[in-house]
């Protein structure tokens, strides 16, 4: 059964810096991507950041420049380097798997930025 748990969410300044971390359980053969969603209070689920097998990213244009997407197959994680964090970056951070034949979902971590 494979589950994903995010961490890593908090509390920052306006500027400040935060890292989520997805460490993913049980087995996936392949995907298409892997990725960080993120909702605020009354707006859609809003993709930020992929990252294929081939570990090409892609990232929403509010982001780029600030956030990063990576992964470590040893560790079986992936991370969101978020820089320069703003408060419109406030939201629940859910990080996901796409494959053939359904998505994987975390439970989301909260992040806020306060101004």
């Known amino acids: 059964q494979v589950q994903l748990v995010e961490s890593g969410g908090g509390l920052v300044q306006a500027g400040g810096s935060l890292r989520l971390s997805c460490a993913v359980s049980?087995?996936?053969?392949?995907?298409?991507?892997m990725g960080w969603y993120r909702q605020a209070p009354g707006k859609q689920r809003e993709l930020v950041a992929t990252?294929?097998?081939?570990?090409?990213?892609n990232y929403v244009d509010s982001v780029k420049g600030r956030f990063t997407i990576s992964r470590d197959n040893a560790k079986n994680t992936m991370y969101l380097q978020m820089n320069s964090l703003k408060p419109e970056d406030t939201a629940v951070y859910y990080c996901?798997?796409?494959?053939?034949?359904?998505?994987?979902w975390g439970q989301g971590t909260q992040v806020t930025v306060s101004s």
């Open positions: 990252i294929t097998g081939g570990d090409s990213t």
């Open positions: 996901t798997i796409r494959t053939l034949d359904r998505e994987y």
């Open positions: 049980g087995t996936i053969f392949r995907f298409i991507y």
